[in-house]
Each structure stands twice: as structure tokens, then as C-alpha cells.
């Protein structure tokens, strides 16, 4: 068991996993058992699939748990192979308890140097956490594995918690209040709660908007069953209905349709909402109303290159808005654009008093362009 332990603990760098057949008893549970090393919230970890019948149950656990489960391991299976870079360790244990060990050569050195702990990327929220309200949502199964068809999904919500995440490294605050923009099902708004109630232990309150009354009921009855009493979801228009009038200091959108994102904007403008997180959706508005008579009328010519320019000068205005009403603005690629086109993040933080330098650049290209942009609209400067 000295040797195991060591590969286990000093030479884990070198380990790429470990596989564990053969049970002595026809009723275990588990038919075969796939152990590897990963990072969980960066502490070295060891991940268990066990399968049994069609079905795979994760199992992680710290170094001294894993150590204690495989001692339980050598008494039930009678094959347990350790893959390290260049060789196999493997271990034929008799019913009586003896271990014979044979060591053969690989050739997995290459894979398991070229990417050693990190053969996956660690995202914030990992396959295999114990996150139940995610189950409820169907991203998860219930042993927590990543339903196929959700992957992107959750690769999406992971990156945009690595962006907020960023933003709160020194954030001390004790309590935070955030509305969510076209929550939908709500996916991004369970998790953004998770990350501030478990992670940063923060008081977290958050009330998502949405038109849809069914999704709205069902994401408030999935909060109700976790307990998470300060996540509420509302059905509304955000762009006529009245929204929340206490403090907030977070406001959230992730591919809210069309303008609901420019009502999202002005809404944070307005009350001076310190964080603003992004993701813009379809822009259908400048692209619809915008006539040529400028500078740029060759972007204008072909009806693909008038869609992207559009949307990028939607997003542009936006920024150049927000610059304008003292925030630090950063655009960021959120996902791959081959992931999703829409895939701009506009990070915000409100930062100083504003000034008007951007405003009379956006009211010559409106003027000449004649388009309509909601964000424009509303902060009170269009002539329509
Ligand atoms: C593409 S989904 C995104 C949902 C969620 N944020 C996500 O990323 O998974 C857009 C959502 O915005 C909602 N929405 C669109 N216009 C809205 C409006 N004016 N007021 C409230 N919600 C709106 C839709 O009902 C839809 O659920």
C-alpha cells in the first residue's frame, strides 16, 4: 500500500487515471470504476465514475478520502490498474487479500505531460459539483454530470460567472442586490446565486424578469424548494412594466432579445447601478431603420455585412453611452464566435461622474444614418 499511496500523493503529476474491474462479489454495487486527478475549486481532487448497469455515479474526493476509499477498493476488486506517463502499474488481488503487481510500458507520456492536471479546463462550476438546483433545471443529471445537449449552456453560464468572478477578487461587501434582465429559464441566474451565496458568502438577493409566465413559475418554485428565499423571479416587460425601486447593485442580461438589453442599459444608467455584466442578443433595430447618405454607405450595400455592422454599431453606441455616464466600460469575447455569434460581452463598473464627449458623435451618426436605437432613445438625446 506504500507504493499506492505514493503514486497517489507525491507522483500524482505523473498520473492519468486509474481503472478498477473485476469485483469479488457478483452483487457490488459498481461493475467498474474510473478514478482520475482533477482541481475542484483548486484543491487537488480525485474524481469516481462508478458504473453500474447504463448508468455512471460521480464521486469526488480530497486526497485522504480517495486514499481511504481505494484501501476499501483492494478488498473488493480484483483489478486495479494505476496509468502514469510511460507506464501501467497493475495490481491482481486474490480473494485472500494478496497483491501481485506488474509493471508494463505505455505510450501515454506524451498526452499526460503535453496536459497534466489540466487534460480539462477547470471552469468555476464543475461536472460532478453538488449543485441540485441545476439538476432541476436539466443541465445537470442527478449525479450531476453534464446532460449532453446543455454542454454549451453551461460552458456559456461558467464563463460568464470567470467574468464576474474577475470583477469581485477584492469586493468586500457583505450583501448584494442584482436584477437579471430576461432571465428565461434561468439558468444563469440559479448559478450567479449559487456563486454569491456558497462562494463569495455574500447576503445575495435577485429578482429575474421575464415575459414568459410558465418559465417564471417554475423557476420560482425551484428557488422555493432550495430554500433560496431572496431569489425571486417577476413576469415583466421590461421594457414598459415598472422594476424594482429599492438599491441595486448588479444588473445582468444574457442574450435579452433585441432592445430588452438597451431597457436593461438604461435602467442601470438611471439608478446608477454600480456592476453591469452584459451579453448582448439579435439586433434587429438599427438594421431595420438605418438609410445610407454618410461616409460608410459601401457597409450598407450588402444585406449580411448591413446586419453585422448594425449590430456592431448598437453595441458601440452602448458603450460609448455608458463611457459617457461615468462607467469603465470593457468588451469582451465572451464565447467563440463559431460557439455563438452572439458572443459580446459589455462589462461595466460604474466608476466616476459622467461627461458628454461620446454624445455628439452618436447624435452626427444618427443624424446622418437616421436609424433608431432604443439605448439613444431613451437617455433623451434622439430628435424622434
Ligand atoms: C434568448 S433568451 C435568454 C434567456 C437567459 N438569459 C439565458 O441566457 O439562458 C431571452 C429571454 O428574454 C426574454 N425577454 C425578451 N424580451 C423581454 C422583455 N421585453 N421583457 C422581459 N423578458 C424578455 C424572453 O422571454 C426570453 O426568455
Given at each position: 500500500m506504500e507504493n499506492i499511496k505514493r503514486i497517489i500523493t507525491d507522483e500524482r503529476n505523473t498520473l492519468i487515471k486509474i481503472s478498477i474491474s473485476s469485483p469479488f462479489s457478483k452483487d457490488e454495487e459498481f461493475n467498474k470504476i474510473s478514478v482520475r486527478p482533477v482541481t475542484i475549486k483548486k484543491k487537488p481532487c480525485f474524481q469516481a465514475e462508478r458504473f453500474k448497469n447504463n448508468q455512471v455515479f460521480h464521486l469526488n474526493m480530497s486526497t485522504e478520502e480517495f486514499l481511504v476509499f481505494l484501501e476499501d477498493i483492494f478488498k473488493k476488486y480484483a483489478q486495479i490498474s494505476f496509468f502514469k506517463s510511460g507506464e501501467t502499474i497493475t495490481c491482481s488481488v486474490s480473494a485472500g487479500g494478496k497483491i501481485k503487481t506488474k509493471v508494463s510500458k505505455n505510450n501515454l507520456k506524451a498526452k499526460a505531460t503535453e496536459s497534466g492536471n489540466n487534460r480539462r479546463k477547470e471552469y468555476i462550476f464543475n461536472e460532478g459539483e453538488n449543485i441540485p438546483a441545476l439538476v432541476d433545471l436539466g443541465v445537470f443529471t442527478p449525479d450531476f454530470k453534464i446532460v449532453k445537449s446543455k454542454y454549451d449552456k453551461f460552458k456559456q453560464i461558467n464563463r460568464f460567472i470567470e467574468i464576474v468572478n474577475d470583477a469581485f477578487?477584492?469586493?468586500?461587501?457583505?450583501?448584494?442586490?442584482?436584477?437579471?434582465?430576461?432571465?428565461?429559464?434561468?439558468?444563469?441566474?440559479?448559478?450567479?446565486?449559487?456563486?454569491?451565496?456558497?462562494?463569495?458568502?455574500?447576503?445575495?438577493?435577485i429578482i429575474g424578469y421575464d415575459l414568459k409566465k410558465d418559465v417564471v413559475e417554475s423557476c420560482n418554485k425551484i428557488a422555493e424548494k432550495y430554500g433560496y428565499e431572496n431569489l425571486k423571479f417577476i413576469v415583466s416587460d421590461v421594457t414598459k412594466d415598472t422594476l424594482a425601486d429599492e438599491h441595486?447593485?448588479?444588473?445582468?442580461?444574457?442574450?435579452?432579445?433585441?432592445?430588452?438589453?438597451?431597457?436593461?442599459?438604461?435602467?442601470?444608467?438611471?439608478k446608477k447601478v454600480k456592476y453591469i455584466f452584459s451579453v448582448p442578443c439579435c439586433q434587429h433595430e438599427v438594421n431595420k431603420t438605418?438609410?445610407?447618405?454618410?461616409?460608410?454607405?459601401?457597409?450598407?450595400k450588402h444585406g449580411l455585412i448591413k446586419e453585422r455592422m448594425s449590430a456592431l454599431l448598437t453595441d458601440s453606441i452602448r458603450v460609448a453611452f455608458l463611457e459617457d455616464m461615468g462607467y469603465s466600460v470593457?468588451?469582451?469575447?465572451?464565447?467563440?464566435?463559431?460557439?455563438?455569434?452572439?458572443?459580446?460581452?459589455?462589462?461595466?463598473?460604474?466608476?466616476?461622474?459622467?461627461?458628454?464627449?461620446?454624445?455628439?458623435?452618436?447624435?452626427?451618426?444618427?443624424?446622418?444614418y437616421k436609424f433608431t436605437q432604443t439605448l439613444y432613445k431613451l437617455t433623451g438625446d434622439s430628435n424622434e
Open positions: 477578487v477584492n469586493d468586500s461587501s457583505k450583501e448584494i442586490t442584482i436584477l437579471d434582465f430576461g432571465c428565461g429559464k434561468s439558468y444563469l441566474t440559479f448559478i450567479i446565486y449559487y456563486y454569491f451565496a456558497e462562494i463569495k458568502k455574500k447576503k445575495v438577493k441595486i447593485d448588479m444588473v445582468i442580461s444574457l442574450h435579452a432579445c433585441d432592445t430588452a438589453t438597451d431597457y436593461a442599459l438604461n435602467y442601470a444608467i438611471q438605418i438609410k445610407t447618405g454618410g461616409d460608410f454607405d459601401i457597409l450598407l470593457d468588451v469582451l469575447e465572451f464565447v467563440d464566435f463559431s460557439h455563438s455569434p452572439k458572443n459580446i460581452m459589455i462589462r461595466a463598473k460604474k466608476t466616476k461622474k459622467g461627461n458628454d464627449k461620446n454624445r455628439k458623435q452618436i447624435k452626427d451618426l444618427q443624424e446622418k
